[in-house]
């Protein structure tokens, strides 16, 4: 059996594992970024950490055939390097070769989204099926497309951008620029923001006993309203999932994968939010769902989908 | 050298030819298409047009080495099969095999958009890019994706709808059950309503000068308007040229392709539409257009296409 280290690289912590050619983690760990270290500083210690993980693992470093990371921003996967990270303020980056200076073994990296979508295709809540399209909604909506059980990134590692996915033009102010993208829309920021303006113009509603300050709204403030019977509650809920239906229709008439994988907090709604957008999405396949269905879930690896994706992106390419 | 012959079925025509290995045409030739006739009639005329075709270019029928077909409507390319297709009235008709008993050689049928997708991805405006998205302005919005050179067609072939992407949620009724596709607004049938609805509110635009029968515009009208110097019919055109350039932002920033390839009548207006909308396009993509530029760019092969591309895919099928 041929092992590999997957790292997840986010703004807090660094997080490991060494994953088995099943995507098994045999062993996992984190440790924090300390971000406004120089980065080879932060590489020296995700080498260090592999090296921890295989002697944890009771395996030599020598059956870890290589490692890859999922790093926020802008990967160049092909060279391994982080072009440009807002998160943890990289530009130009060669992390994949300050890496395999450390580790002797080869390094891949791409985008952290990018690395989630791909530990769920492999072991995750896509792994029967060859294709499929993960949508994280957190602060804004990240993704990863397989295509073939294999990560499509775009020229230069620069696709995949589906929440800078207009779905209504002229509509909410995006950060990238554009107004009306599935970001805008679908997010954890936009459903708080959707969640507040609704509260604004419903003084009576319930979302005040449930949340006395707005600014302790979050993603699941709307759904307890819902649960609590409140209807402006609801009509949030219901518009911020028909919202997401619409750009998950869009993707899915795109890509016509076998599953859309979503993420994101937003996701322990499990069948509350589930069957209403199934339904929805269903409505808006192009020529219906008989010919060829197209099954909306919710992630199963939680936290560590980035790093067997990252495991998994480096059996794939090494 | 080995030939391969490209078949493009349509409602009124069977257009073919004899395709080498370099995407050259040897000869090309049409017949009616008849698409009232059963099934099998229809194939053995493409059949023989092959057989003629062959003929005339000089070569053994045993010198082609398999056969692609671009038909209408949604197409199973896995078995040949064309599942349904409104325009010729099919539904689950085995071209394929049918074809394959006349010819005794390979036969592969993929959706008459991919074809041309393919044509201009092997032999015309993206022959130099391994990836590209092709967009066809006519009736509706057609498309095909070529990533890495090979056509990407979805799971059971009924992916790349991307006519099909909600562009404004709650606009414009699309013919697919959607409200706010981009057909309803960048298809040349729209670009028609667009400049009607505009000639409709200002009765004194010179657009009435140019086309006294609304029922008599198309997709030049408002162009010819504009070169007129009518404001009118300019607003038209701009407001044509950023429901296109928003649609392709979005599958550029979905695909990150090197080029997005643009088919059909509007393209005849060549830099009046590109210049405008190249630099449309350039304001919305994600990151800008340093890192990983998309050229937007107009189809070269014209009605070829669609014969090109199918013998490609029957090239890289077979």
Redesign the interface.
């Known amino acids: 059996m041929n092992y590999y280290a997957g790292i997840d690289l986010g703004g807090t912590f660094v997080k490991g594992g060494i994953v088995d050619e099943e995507g098994n983690i045999l062993v996992k760990d984190k440790i924090p970024t300390g971000k406004e270290r120089p980065y080879a500083e932060i590489a020296a210690d995700m080498a260090q950490l592999v090296l921890d993980l295989a002697k944890k693992a009771g395996i030599s470093p020598a059956d870890v055939k290589a490692a890859g990371v999922g790093s926020p921003g802008?990967i160049d996967s092909k060279n391994g390097i982080i072009?440009?990270s807002n998160n943890i303020r990289w530009e130009k980056v060669p992390l994949g070769a300050e890496l395999k200076k450390h580790l002797g073994i080869p390094v891949f990296a791409t985008n952290d989204a990018n690395a989630a979508a791909l530990g769920e295709s492999f072991a995750g809540a896509a792994k029967s099926y060859p294709?499929s399209v993960f949508i994280t909604l957190g602060t804004g909506v990240g993704g990863g497309?397989i295509?073939d059980n294999v990560l499509?990134?775009?020229?230069?590692s620069?696709?995949?951008?589906?929440g800078?996915?207009?779905?209504?033009?002229?509509?909410e102010k995006c950060t990238?620029?554009?107004k009306?993208c599935f970001e805008a829309y679908a997010s954890a920021t936009a459903l708080i923001r959707q969640t507040r303006n609704a509260m604004a113009k419903d003084k009576t509603s319930k979302l005040w006993e449930i949340c006395p300050n707005p600014e302790d709204v979050n993603g699941k403030t709307a759904f307890d309203g819902m649960r609590a019977g409140d209807k402006t509650a609801e009509k949030v809920v219901k518009n911020y999932i028909t919202?997401l239906a619409?750009g998950i229709?869009?993707?899915a008439?795109?890509?016509?994968?076998?599953a859309v994988v979503l993420g994101g907090g937003v996701c322990a709604e499990g069948d509350t939010l589930l069957v209403p957008l199934r339904r929805k999405v269903n409505?808006?396949l192009?020529?219906g769902t008989k010919?060829?269905p197209?099954l909306v879930t919710v992630a199963k690896l939680g936290n560590d989908a980035g790093l067997v994706g990252a495991a998994r992106f480096a059996m794939q390419n090494c």
């Open positions: 802008t072009v440009y294709s497309i295509l499509f990134e775009g020229n230069r620069a696709g995949a951008e589906i800078h996915m207009v779905i209504r033009m002229g509509g990238c620029g554009r009306g919202y619409e229709a869009n993707l008439n795109i890509f016509r994968p076998d409505r808006l192009y020529g010919y060829a197209v």
